[in-house]
């Protein structure tokens, strides 16, 4: 059974705790991006990676930070130093080529992240 | 900064009738198009993809794409009560994509 699964499905954490929220995939798929979105609004980058030991920032990177070890696992940690960490996150994969079938960005269920 | 724009709604539609979304790009390079549909405390679900000008149908779905006009929208025949969700649209810049804000639909019985 092929997807992205995400954990935990809700979180809760306390100001000045580091937290880290795990994505794992089985569709054999290189790259994987990790988004927040906010009530209302769409999907904003936080980090992505194209291949297993390397990564970039997206449009919000600030006070989050990343690891790509294996090929599956992507996982993100949210720092004290994200002043508003209160958000939906999504994590979503994909192959990666030069049609628009390889670009395709598949998402997992998420994790709501509340900061108590 | 490239954007992607989108009305961002509510759509108000009758059950039966066509649903038309639209969604407006800056990026001439682009060269892949998205659209995936969001319920209320869930992820998106990729609905469709284009990349040619035209129009792709699958289903009660087209997704039509004017490269031009730099435009791309997707129309929703029969829309049901259950097409209620907010549709993103997504454009692919190099190695990302780049998510509008998405407009929210609501099919009245």
């Known amino acids: 059974d092929g997807g992205i699964t995400q954990s935990p499905k809700y979180l809760f954490r306390k100001e000045g705790q580091n937290v880290t929220l795990s994505c794992e995939q089985n569709?054999?798929?290189?790259?994987m991006y990790w988004y927040r979105q906010d009530p209302g609004q769409g999907l904003r980058l936080i980090y992505y990676?194209?291949?297993?030991?390397?990564?970039q920032k997206g449009d919000i990177a600030e006070g989050y930070s990343v690891s790509r070890e294996k090929k599956e696992s992507f996982p993100l940690t949210v720092t004290s130093a994200q002043k508003n960490p209160t958000a939906f996150y999504l994590c979503?994969?994909?192959?990666?080529?030069?049609?628009?079938?390889?670009?395709?960005?598949?998402f997992g269920p998420g994790t709501r992240l509340t900061v108590l | 900064q490239k954007e992607v724009e989108q009305n961002s709604g509510p759509l108000s539609v009758p059950e039966g009738a066509i649903a038309s979304l639209n969604c407006t790009y800056s990026?001439?390079?682009?060269?892949?198009f998205f659209w995936y549909r969001q319920y209320s405390g869930k992820s998106p679900e990729l609905i469709m993809f284009?990349?040619?000008?035209g129009d792709k149908e699958d289903g009660r779905f087209t997704a039509q794409l004017n490269k031009a006009s730099q435009y791309v929208s997707l129309l929703i025949r029969d829309s049901q009560p259950s097409d209620s969700a907010t549709y993103l649209c997504?454009?692919?810049?190099?190695?990302?994509?780049?998510f509008g804000t998405g407009t929210r639909l609501q099919v009245f019985p």
């Open positions: 990026d001439r390079g682009s060269q892949s």
């Open positions: 990676s194209q291949i297993v030991n390397d990564f």
């Open positions: 997504a454009v692919d810049n190099t190695d990302k994509l780049i």
């Open positions: 979503a994969s994909s192959t990666r080529g030069r049609t628009a079938s390889t670009d395709t960005q598949y």
């Open positions: 284009i990349y040619s000008n």
């Open positions: 569709l054999n798929h290189d790259a």
